[in-house]
């Protein structure tokens, strides 16, 4: 116990060196007023002991949970669970699917395989076991993922036409979106985002490093009422969760569900919105 005091005590300090860096102001873990402070003080004081977290951010296990909410329909076709990557059974995966380690996030967990005759097993599986074999998110204080059993999964892999499938985040708090981001061409190589408010305008959000925006706003899908109930339904009795759903030829899909959006070190653009959007997030009542 006094060890995992230690260790615990390091991480939060690592923390605080980085947000500093990255910030350019002093995380307040006391009486934390903006939106990244408000995702640090949940990470060491919610996250790092709520089970539920670390099922839900689970990207196989949160599966039940999608489906016990009524949105089983939802979710992406799965081919096949190992628990190491060389248990993979090949023979049983179809030309093209999608690879993902499910206890960690970004793109080094994530393998899109456009024609499994062209895929490199031996480096995949080279890559999959490094990675894995990192307890992502100890470094700075993501104890949820540490905590889920790593796993390699294969889902289907969305089609979305020339431009890519669109990429839909929901910026929820406390079960209510507030905002939310639409990207595309994300695998393609050659991304663009946009933000909007929940009435369709584009919203005032944006992040420092962002992706261009497209030369024409996005077009509000029919079935966007729907993506809306699934974001604030999966969302709900949190102070804020980071919903990840896909929409493809007017079918809506689950991605995942983010705790940590970018590890709590959002640079927003510009940094007055850190504090508007961490008012969204009351904490008060949180045991600690």
Same mark, same amino acid.
Request: aromatic content about 14%; charged content about 30%; hydrophobic content about 35%.
């Given at each position: 116990?006094? %060890?995992?005091? %230690?260790?615990?005590?390091?991480?939060?300090?690592?923390?605080?060196?980085?947000?500093?860096?990255?910030? /350019?102001? &002093?995380?307040? #873990?006391?009486?934390?007023?903006?939106?990244?402070?408000?995702?640090?003080?949940?990470?060491?004081?919610?996250?790092?002991?709520?089970?539920?977290?670390?099922?839900?951010?689970?990207?196989?296990?949160?599966?039940?949970?999608?489906?016990?909410?009524? $949105?089983?329909?939802?979710?992406?076709?799965?081919?096949?669970?190992?628990?190491?990557?060389?248990?993979?059974?090949?023979?049983?995966?179809?030309?093209? $699917?999608? #690879?993902?380690?499910?206890?960690?996030?970004? /793109?080094?967990?994530?393998?899109?395989?456009?024609?499994?005759?062209?895929?490199?097993?031996?480096?995949?599986?080279?890559?999959?076991?490094?990675?894995? &074999?990192?307890?992502?998110?100890?470094?700075?204080?993501? $104890?949820?993922?540490?905590?889920?059993?790593?796993?390699?999964?294969?889902?289907?892999?969305?089609?979305?036409?020339?431009?890519?499938?669109?990429?839909?985040?929901?910026?929820?708090?406390?079960?209510?979106?507030?905002?939310?981001?639409?990207?595309?061409?994300?695998?393609?190589?050659?991304?663009?985002?946009?933000?909007?408010?929940?009435?369709?305008?584009?919203?005032?959000?944006?992040?420092?490093?962002?992706?261009?925006?497209?030369?024409?706003?996005?077009?509000?899908?029919?079935?966007?009422?729907?993506?809306?109930?699934?974001?604030?339904? #999966?969302?709900?009795?949190?102070?804020?969760?980071?919903?990840?759903?896909?929409?493809?030829?007017?079918?809506?899909?689950?991605?995942?569900?983010?705790? &940590?959006?970018?590890?709590?070190?959002?640079?927003?653009?510009?940094?007055?919105?850190? #504090?508007?959007?961490?008012?969204?997030?009351?904490?008060?009542?949180?045991?600690?």
């Amino acid at each position: 116990m006094i %060890l995992n005091k %230690l260790k615990h005590m390091r991480i939060k300090r690592s923390v605080r060196r980085k947000f500093k860096k990255r910030l /350019g102001y &002093t995380l307040d #873990l006391e009486a934390p007023k903006t939106y990244c402070e408000k995702i640090q003080w949940l990470k060491f004081n919610q996250i790092v002991d709520d089970q539920r977290i670390v099922t839900r951010a689970d990207k196989y296990a949160v599966r039940a949970y999608v489906e016990s909410k009524g $949105f089983g329909e939802h979710l992406v076709d799965l081919y096949g669970s190992w628990h190491k990557p060389e248990k993979i059974d090949w023979q049983k995966l179809p030309d093209r $699917f999608v #690879l993902k380690l499910t206890n960690g996030s970004g /793109g080094r967990y994530c393998w899109f395989v456009k024609d499994k005759k062209l895929f490199s097993r031996r480096q995949f599986e080279n890559d999959a076991r490094t990675v894995r &074999t990192k307890k992502y998110g100890l470094r700075y204080g993501e $104890f949820h993922y540490a905590k889920m059993p790593s796993r390699v999964i294969a889902e289907e892999y969305l089609e979305g036409g020339a431009h890519g499938i669109k990429d839909y985040k929901f910026y929820c708090f406390h079960g209510k979106v507030a905002f939310f981001s639409v990207e595309q061409g994300k695998v393609e190589g050659d991304p663009v985002r946009d933000y909007y408010d929940i009435d369709w305008s584009r919203s005032s959000v944006r992040f420092f490093g962002d992706h261009p925006r497209p030369e024409q706003p996005f077009t509000k899908p029919a079935n966007f009422d729907r993506m809306i109930l699934m974001a604030e339904t #999966l969302s709900f009795g949190y102070p804020h969760i980071r919903v990840d759903l896909y929409n493809v030829d007017s079918r809506v899909f689950f991605g995942e569900l983010t705790y &940590t959006p970018e590890n709590g070190l959002t640079r927003w653009d510009p940094p007055s919105l850190d #504090l508007k959007y961490g008012r969204l997030m009351d904490v008060n009542n949180i045991r600690h």
